[in-house]
Structure formats: C-alpha cells, structure tokens
T-cell receptor, first 111, second 111 residues
Framework: AQSVTQLDSQVPVFEEAPVELRCNYS??????LFWYVQYPNQGLQLLLK??????LVESINGFEAEFNKSQTSFHLRKPSVHISDTAEYFC?????????FGSGTRLQVQP | DGGITQSPKYLFRKEGQNVTLSCEQN?????MYWYRQDPGQGLRLIYY???????QKGDIAEGYSVSREKKESFPLTVTSAQKNPTAFYLC??????????FGPGTRLTVL
C-alpha cells in the first residue's frame, strides 16, 4: 500500500522569502507523484506532476519539485513566495485504486 | 468549457435524513471518485468507479452509497447511517489513472 507524509501541517513565511514544503512517500512499486493546491472553500487544482523523465518538474507560477527516489521524497519549493500563494498544499501518489493524499500543509505568507 | 461540476455548493441536513450530492463531468473521463475532506486529515476515498455501471468501496464507504448509470454522472448519497457526515465533499475524475481533476466541492452540515 502507498502512503504519503507531509511533515509540516503549517508553514508561515514572509513575502518574497523562499519556501520548501516537504513530502515523503512509501510505495512498493513505481509511482507517479503530484502536488495539488487548494484555496479556501474550493476544489483541488493540479500544481505539478512527476510521471517519468527529468526528476525536476516545474509549474507555471514558479513552484518546482524534485523527485528523489533514494530518499522517497517529492519536496515542493519556491524561491520567492507571494501573498497569493497562501493556500493548502497536498502531495499525492498513485495508488492501486485512486490517489493517496498527504494530510496537507497550510502555507501562510505574511507581508 | 470542460470540467467537473458539483451541486449544491452548501447543503444542510437534519439528522436522520438522506441527502444526495451531485457530480457531473464533461471531460469524457472513464473514472470518477468521491473524497471526504476533514480539517487536518487530508482527503479520504469514499467510493470510486472505473467504468459505467461499476463502482468500488474506498476507505470510508460506510454510511454512503453511489451509482454510476451514466459516464458523466456519479452522485453520492449520504445516508442516515453515516454518524458524522459534516465535511467537505470532493468529486474527481480521471482518464488514465494518473492525475485527477477535481470539482469545486460541496460543504455538508448536519443541523
């Protein structure tokens, strides 16, 4: 069975500072990995995904994540955050039936 | 526009009542999913359907029921057997078993 651990439930950060949201997974088979973002009272939006190929994947709004097979991690990073990045972020891994999600990390960007 | 719609956005239920949450997609996706979201717990899989007229229980199916009579529709009924139904419910769909696309969610409150 797959599992996902997001180590930080909340991450406060000042605007324009860098941020890293951590995600570790466990799986006995090859996986696909995803980061989703959720704004208050909305559904989840796909931020970026790793399916195969380059281990560094990027989103259109400056986020990036690196797949590290040896450390079973898929941490999300952004070099300079904006107030508008305040949201909840979920890491997910493909499972036998559906995606398995982490418990989420709330990113709070302060001015 | 292609996408997933959920209705209603907010739903109030009296104890002992059954309620049905609607989920419709026009993405021509074969697979559809229902998740429940509670604060600090991420998303938990209730039911999923890989094809019309077939569906499977997820991790927390007790007190819920679904049907999949049409490819586009996957309604979820929250029955009176569900002891703690107050939550945010998210519907999703996918085509290739990889990334899922989410609807905007329905917030159910038991009065």
């Amino acid at each position: 069975a797959q599992s996902v651990t997001q180590l930080d439930s909340q991450v406060p950060v000042f605007e324009e500072a860098p941020v890293e949201l951590r995600c570790n997974y466990s799986s006995s088979v090859s996986v696909y990995l995803f980061w989703y973002v959720q704004y208050p009272n909305q559904g989840l939006q796909l931020l970026l995904k790793y399916l195969s190929g380059s281990t560094l994947v990027e989103s259109i709004n400056g986020f990036e994540a690196e797949f590290n097979k040896s450390q079973t991690s898929f941490h999300l990073r952004k070099p300079s955050v904006h107030i508008s990045d305040t949201a909840e972020y979920f890491c997910a891994v493909t499972g036998r039936r559906a995606l398995t999600f982490g418990s989420g990390t709330r990113l709070q960007v302060q001015p | 526009d292609g996408g997933i719609t959920q209705s209603p956005k907010y739903l109030f239920r009296k104890e002992g009542q059954n309620v049905t949450l609607s989920c419709e997609q026009n993405l021509n996706h074969d697979a559809m999913y229902w998740y429940r979201q509670d604060p600090g717990q991420g998303l938990r899989l209730i039911y999923y359907s890989q094809i019309v007229n077939d569906f499977q229980k997820g991790d927390i199916a007790e007190g819920y029921s679904v049907s999949r009579e049409k490819k586009e529709s996957f309604p979820l009924t929250v029955t009176s057997a569900q002891k703690n139904p107050t939550a945010f419910y998210l519907c999703a769909s996918s085509t290739s078993g990889t990334e899922q696309f989410f609807g905007p969610g329905t917030r159910l409150t038991v009065l």
